[in-house]
């Protein structure tokens, strides 16, 4: 048995007992299963984690999940549009919590609830389009993260050069999908995949300057419990 | 679907239309458990709750756009994928999500070393789960779409955007990537006897 001969056919191997192999490669790749214990076993390892997986279930979700799709369903075709104008008004309040944890003296949790059935929240009372409602909900977003960036600019010192360094790489990620999603909506206003990837990029930019704004206040307080928890991705 | 407006499944798209909480809880009861399956082996169990509201949120922001040109269940499915996949896309880089590379570190041990070693029994469920959790992005969202979810490469890689060689590589990746946490395992329980 070579080495050479072993490491062509492992490439093969998942194609080979998938029966996507062409006659010719099929009958190669069998040549040297019949010679080759060793790649033989690692074939019949693939199939079983094949055939495991195919066995695997659907798995029943925690009753609480649907208590909170109940309670932020929209009812009508007008407020879901609103949902997403809900969520990023209600970001205004989040970092306005977010402000004053870090500048209070006394130990105090960040206010990250969303109240998402909240419909228009605090947003104007007539919007004419679906685009100028979304306008508005990225507007909020916006609003939000410009002042969470604030609150963390002014502390950014206080955070590890290795922390600050891994979220600066997370939030460079993230605006890079916010960049192209807005230019795909540029092109394309009524592309709905464009649209959630924005706001799925927009929410996960204010969860990252949450928790920067979270370990910041947790690090002043000289709370290590809290920033241990916050940089090992858990919310205080 | 021939009589596609009499379809029970286009009836239950059009009351959850209306704002029937009911349908909406009858439409959430069938599906959810196959949704929250994807969700947990997609993204991990920590995440799983809140994309699991996620997609039911958009599924009913997006009901309108139902048809009929597929079963009810199909295209939440699709929309729990993409939803799945956003939140992927929004955490990863675009280098990390998927490399069409084959790892060589993935060689198993008889081709790097010339030894052998015992080979896979009955694999338990719970261990396939949590070695699932373990794999990079790119090649568990192949492998759970492929082996657990049962769709074709071409179909994966238009859902990916990547080319149908990647999905390939990337579900050969995924499985030798399990083999060797799975083997661990049995190793480790073998110490334990």
């Known amino acids: ?236 | 679907m021939t009589d596609v407006h009499g379809h029970p499944d286009v009836q239950l798209a059009a009351r959850c239309r209306t704002g029937d909480a009911a349908a909406f809880e009858e439409l959430y009861k069938a599906h959810s458990p196959r949704l929250f399956g994807l969700a947990c082996r997609m993204v991990g169990r920590s995440h799983a709750e809140d994309l699991l509201q996620d997609i039911f949120l958009t599924a009913h922001r997006k009901l309108e756009k139902y048809r009929g040109e597929s079963s009810l269940g199909t295209w939440l499915f699709r929309v729990g994928t993409n939803v799945c996949l956003d939140f992927i896309r929004s955490r990863s880089s675009r280098n990390a999500l998927m490399t069409a590379e084959f790892d060589e570190t993935m060689a198993p041990e008889h081709v790097t070393t010339g030894k052998s070693g015992p080979v896979l029994g009955v694999i338990d469920r719970i261990d396939l789960e949590r070695a699932l959790e373990d794999l990079p992005p790119g090649c568990r969202a192949v492998f759970v779409l492929h082996d657990v979810e049962g769709f074709e490469h071409g179909e994966i890689a238009k859902m990916l955007g990547v080319a149908e060689g990647t999905s390939k590589s990337q579900l050969h990746k995924a499985r030798l990537r399990l083999r060797r946490s799975l083997r661990a395992e049995t190793h480790r329980g073998l110490e334990r006897v």
Request: hydrophobic share 45%.
């Open chain 1, 1 to 236: 048995m070579s080495l050479m001969d072993c490491t062509d056919v492992l490439e093969q191997l998942t194609a080979y007992v998938d029966g996507e192999l062409d006659r010719d490669g099929r009958a190669a790749v069998a040549a040297h299963l019949e010679t080759c214990a060793a790649c033989r076993d690692v074939a019949a390892d693939l199939a079983r984690v094949r055939d495991a997986a195919r066995g695997l279930a659907p798995i029943a979700p925690p009753p609480q999940v649907w208590a909170g799709i109940a309670a932020a369903r929209p009812s009508g075709r007008r407020q879901a549009r609103n949902q997403w104008m809900g969520l990023a008004a209600a970001l205004v309040l989040v970092t306005a919590g977010a402000y004053l944890v870090t500048r209070s003296a006394a130990p105090a949790r960040p206010v990250v609830s969303v109240d998402a059935d909240k419909g228009n929240g605090g947003a104007p009372a007539t919007v004419e389009t679906i685009e100028d409602e979304l306008a508005k909900a990225a507007e909020h977003y916006e609003t939000a993260i410009a002042q969470l960036e604030a609150v963390a600019k002014q502390d950014e010192k206080a955070m590890p050069a290795d922390t600050a360094a891994k979220l600066q790489v997370s939030l460079s990620q993230v605006d890079k999908y916010i960049a192209e999603s807005r230019a795909a909506l540029a092109t394309e206003p009524q592309s709905e995949p464009a649209r959630d990837t924005l706001f799925a990029a927009l929410r996960r930019k204010v969860e990252i300057l949450q928790q920067t704004v979270s370990l910041m206040g947790a690090m002043q307080r000289g709370d290590r419990e809290t920033a241990a928890k916050v940089m090992g991705g858990k919310s205080s």
